[in-house]
């Protein structure tokens, strides 16, 4: 169904409020966060370049100020804005692996003895 009326600009509230409960990543995860938190700690890393063509940028920054008030566990991961970048921007692959062998070293359990 549709979420809003092309012709008239009638937004449909039962849509929105379906689409938030299953789709709205940010209220997932704040509505969730004592389950999904502990599941997710040092795995949600999100890059985004800061002039988005669907201006998902804003939903980025939205996401990350609640991030950083997640405890218990804090989230721990990594939010970077790519300056003046459109849509699909990331980091480069070397900087993807340097990031993964980073995360590997911090979070690898100790070797057997």
Same mark, same amino acid.
Request: charged letters at 25%; proline letters at 7%; one cysteine or more.
């Given at each position: 169904?549709?979420?809003?009326?092309?012709?008239?600009?009638?937004?449909?509230?039962?849509?929105?409020?379906?689409?938030?409960e299953h789709y709205d990543l940010r209220h997932i995860l704040e509505t969730n966060w004592? *389950?999904?938190?502990?599941?997710?700690?040092?795995?949600?890393?999100?890059?985004?370049?800061?002039?988005?063509?669907?201006?998902?940028?804003?939903a980025v920054k939205l996401m990350e100020d609640f991030l950083k008030t997640t405890k218990?566990?804090?989230?721990?991961?990594?939010?970077?804005?790519?300056?003046?970048?459109?849509?699909?921007?990331?980091?480069?692959?070397?900087?993807?692996?340097?990031?993964?062998?980073?995360?590997? *070293?911090? *979070?690898?359990?100790?070797?057997? *003895?």
């Amino acid at each position: 169904m549709r979420l809003w009326d092309k012709r008239t600009g009638e937004i449909d509230h039962a849509i929105a409020a379906y689409w938030k409960e299953h789709y709205d990543l940010r209220h997932i995860l704040e509505t969730n966060w004592k *389950t999904l938190g502990p599941k997710l700690a040092s795995k949600l890393n999100i890059y985004v370049g800061d002039a988005d063509t669907y201006y998902l940028n804003n939903a980025v920054k939205l996401m990350e100020d609640f991030l950083k008030t997640t405890k218990d566990p804090a989230y721990g991961g990594r939010v970077e804005y790519g300056p003046c970048k459109p849509h699909c921007w990331g980091p480069s692959f070397s900087d993807l692996i340097r990031f993964m062998g980073e995360h590997v *070293t911090k *979070t690898a359990p100790p070797a057997p *003895t």
